[in-house]
């Protein structure tokens, strides 16, 4: 079975909301991010993806792993879909621009986030519960 890697990046501003984009042809909203290039690492993927999407910069060593996670779901035969996602401070003053082939940018406030039907699910049951609890270490 082939697995297709995702690496995303995970903004928050000061009011705790996650910034989510919605591709072109997508009904889903989701973190920033993308598949890797080959024998591309996921935290360099994870900043090209940014540069390319919204238009900013992140440096690798901002990066917090905020975990590895796989998906029930596949989206090609024999293929599944493992997303590794990271946490980054949004720069200050930057405000993200969405690239041609993003359709919608939002602000998504994590305590709505269980009434959106086209939440991804990445964020829905992985991402999201995990924030309070990182929030609360720092």
Not at 7 to 18: L, N, P, T
Not at 42 to 52: D, L, M, N, Q
Not at 89 to 116: F, K, M, N, V
């Amino acid at each position: 079975m082939v697995t297709l890697v995702i690496s995303a990046v995970c903004f928050r501003d000061e009011q705790g909301r996650i910034l989510t984009v919605r591709k072109s042809g997508t009904s889903k909203f989701m973190l920033v991010g993308g598949k890797l290039e080959p024998g591309e690492d996921p935290a360099a993927a994870a900043v090209r993806e940014v540069a390319e999407e919204v238009g900013l910069g992140i440096r690798l060593e901002d990066l917090e792993l905020l975990g590895t996670f796989d998906s029930d779901a596949a989206n090609e035969t024999d293929t599944r879909i493992a997303s590794t996602v990271y946490l980054a401070p949004l720069p200050d003053g930057a405000t993200p621009e969405a690239a041609a082939e993003i359709a919608e940018l939002q602000w998504l406030d994590p305590a709505t986030a269980s009434e959106r039907d086209d939440l991804a699910p990445l964020l829905q049951h992985h991402v999201i519960p995990v924030l309070p609890r990182r929030a609360a270490q720092h």
